[in-house]
């Protein structure tokens, strides 16, 4: 597609629940990201991929977070067992590659909240 | 880690002022982004400043990059209402340090 396209938009879930979020970037960027923005954090890094590998998961916050991505495209972030700390908006990014000169386009997010 | 310090947090102009909003960073600043966001929606890329002393523009929206001071500024001319949203400033570690660390945002709202 033309931008980084992320499902859900919005999810309600209660806490306990497992949550699986979506994100198709831009065709052809080989470089994804994922970032957390909350009232009180701001946008905190949360993993990069680089095609399948992940060479950076420092930002996740516990064992509870986990991301993959396949065939070199789209990237599930899954959330065990949700803890009302955990609602946040989820955002995704992508870049043609993992370089530092290459800007990173971002999709709309995923509203995540924690009942 | 690096830290960036963005200033005003908010900002309330009449249609057609000037103003400027800054970042400051704890340490050297190699790539410095500068990305505008609306309320639901995502982040949307302005501009990307590398070099010290750098200006880029678009439209009427103007970045520079002090690389002496670890400072950027974003300036936008004859403000108007679309240019409401939060701004934020993000920047990279060089080379391949891909992540991007962001300051708090400024909320600028602009009356007509």
């Known amino acids: 597609g033309a931008g980084v396209s992320q499902s859900p938009s919005n999810k309600v879930t209660e806490k306990g629940k497992d949550v699986e979020l979506r994100c198709d970037p831009i065709?052809?960027?080989?470089?994804l990201y994922w970032y957390r923005q909350s009232l009180g954090q701001g946008l905190e890094f949360l993993i990069y991929?680089?095609?399948?590998?992940?060479?950076?998961k420092s930002g996740l916050p516990s064992d509870r977070f986990s991301a993959e991505r396949t065939g070199g495209s789209v990237s599930t972030l899954t959330i065990q067992r949700t803890q009302q700390e955990d609602s946040a908006v989820y955002l995704c990014?992508?870049?043609?590659?993992?370089?530092?000169?290459?800007?990173?386009?971002f999709g709309d997010g995923t509203r995540l909240s924690i009942l | 880690s690096q830290e960036l310090e963005q200033s005003p947090q908010s900002l309330i102009v009449q249609e057609g002022k000037n103003l400027t909003i800054n970042c400051t960073s704890s340490?050297?600043?190699?790539?410095l982004y500068w990305y505008k966001q609306k309320y639901g929606e995502g982040l949307i890329f302005l501009m990307m400043?590398?070099?010290?002393?750098e200006e880029k523009s678009h439209e009427k929206i103007t970045a520079k990059l002090d690389e002496k001071k670890q400072q950027s500024s974003l300036h936008i001319t004859a403000s108007q209402p679309s240019h409401a949203g939060i701004y934020l400033c993000?920047?990279?570690?060089?080379?391949?340090?891909?992540?991007?660390?962001f300051g708090k945002g400024t909320l600028l709202t602009v009356n007509p």
């Open positions: 990014a992508s870049s043609l590659t993992g370089l530092s000169n290459q800007p990173q386009h």
């Open positions: 065709s052809g960027h080989t470089a």
């Open positions: 991929f680089q095609g399948n590998s992940a060479p950076d």
């Open positions: 340490k050297t600043l190699y790539g």
């Open positions: 400043l590398q070099k010290g002393g």
């Open positions: 993000g920047a990279d570690g060089g080379g391949s340090n891909y992540k991007l660390t």
